[in-house]
Nanobody, 116 residues
Framework: QVQLVESGGGLVQPGGSLRLSCAASRSIFSDNAIGWYRQAPGKQRALVAAITTRDSEIYADSVKGRFTLSRDNAKNTLYLQMNNLQPGDSAVYYC??????????WGQGTQVTVSS
């Protein structure tokens, strides 16, 4: 069973920043591309950013220049640094393997709310 645990969400004002963390088992982290996805109410879950096993990074157009991936291999953790957050970024954020078509189940995610 794939296990990834998201954390770091919260309430932030527009223009603010948050850093999300995704902790995974060692095998998942080392053998798979990992992505951050988000789902807002009434919308489909969509890819935000992903990093491949060769450390290639993929970003959705809507977050390019504002969000940045980083990884700590020693901790088997993937981070998503989110800067200049806007209300449109409000969603539940999930991490999971990439691409999404390979995902069999989802965790609880972490809520990000951008509001003044």
């Amino acid at each position: 069973q794939v296990q990834l645990v998201e954390s770091g969400g919260g309430l932030v004002q527009p223009g603010g920043s948050l850093r999300l963390s995704c902790a995974a088992s060692r095998s998942i982290f080392s053998d798979n591309a990992i992505g951050w996805y988000r789902q807002a109410p009434g919308k489909q879950r969509a890819l935000v950013a992903a990093i491949t096993t060769r450390d290639s990074e993929i970003y959705a157009d809507s977050v390019k220049g504002r969000f940045t991936l980083s990884r700590d291999n020693a901790k088997n953790t993937l981070y998503l640094q989110m800067n200049n957050l806007q209300p449109g970024d409000s969603a539940v954020y999930y991490c999971n393997i990439y691409p999404q078509s390979w995902v069999r189940s989802w965790g609880q995610g972490t809520q990000v709310t951008v509001s003044s």
